[in-house]
């Protein structure tokens, strides 16, 4: 296995193109082990699937200690660089988000999100600064991709949100984020605004309006992220056929589109 600063100047790089940065977050070891497998150059979570999955809202409701045990386990199962939804840090305090944020990193990740919401982005800042000290302190490289809410909790009103993204964008790389993460932004010149504004490598979020992967390289992004998507598609996929089964009790419907258990064990085994 690479070493831990070799796996973060790694993910550094994937951020620098030529090609876009596709993450298919995972909510455990197991769909981080299977991401891995169809070639997910690095694993992301998801931090809506990681809490549903174990039965707790999103919205940094998770313990930080269900959380940890959570990315220790995805961390054991595969290679390419580990980047984790550290939500707001789980805590108003800077510090103590910043101590967080150590134990996901001793644990194995090498990159974390982190969210203004609507908080004042100098709370964010101040996170931030608490972070890439944490990252040093272990000497860990960590790209910390600070997520802006400007656009997914309409913070500005239309015609201020690009202006309004590149003032905290600025507040944030003067921290030492090292991305900037713009989610629910989906119209294509104010994306465009955006990455010719600041110098750092933009994260978007899977919408479905979003402009094509292909579009959106042209248009100056470097990072595609799921999100909770493929998570609510499996949740949905799997209370439907629960739904079903409990009504009709029918067997067939189950296995339809189902990995077979040969290859789901095979891909779970340790080797």
Sequence with gaps: ?????????????????????LLPNAWDAGSARLFESLGARAIATTSAGVAWALGYPDGNALPIDVLVA????????????????????????PATAGENVARLLSEGAVGCNLEDGNGPPELL????????????????????????????RKLAPPERRV???????????????DGLFVAGITDAADIQAITRGTPLP????????????????????????????IAESIFGRAGALASTFLREGHSASLFEAAASYPSLNGLMTRK
């Design 1 to 21: 296995m690479t070493s831990r600063p070799d796996t973060a100047s790694s993910f550094r790089a994937m951020h620098q193109g030529p090609d876009l940065l």
């Design 70 to 93: 959570t990315v220790r386990a995805i961390a054991s199962v595969i290679r390419v660089p580990l980047t984790v939804d550290a939500e707001a840090g789980y805590s108003d305090d």
């Design 125 to 152: 800042a101040a996170k931030i600064e608490r972070v890439k000290q944490a990252g040093a302190r272990l000497g860990i490289d960590v790209f910390v991709n600070a997520r802006t809410d400007v656009y997914l």
């Design 163 to 177: 202006e309004e993204t590149l003032a905290r964008a600025a507040r944030y790389q003067q921290a030492g984020a």
């Design 202 to 229: 933009v994260n978007v979020l899977a919408r479905p309006d979003l402009p094509a992967p292909a579009e959106l390289q042209r248009l100056g992004v470097r990072r595609l992220s799921a999100g909770s998507a």
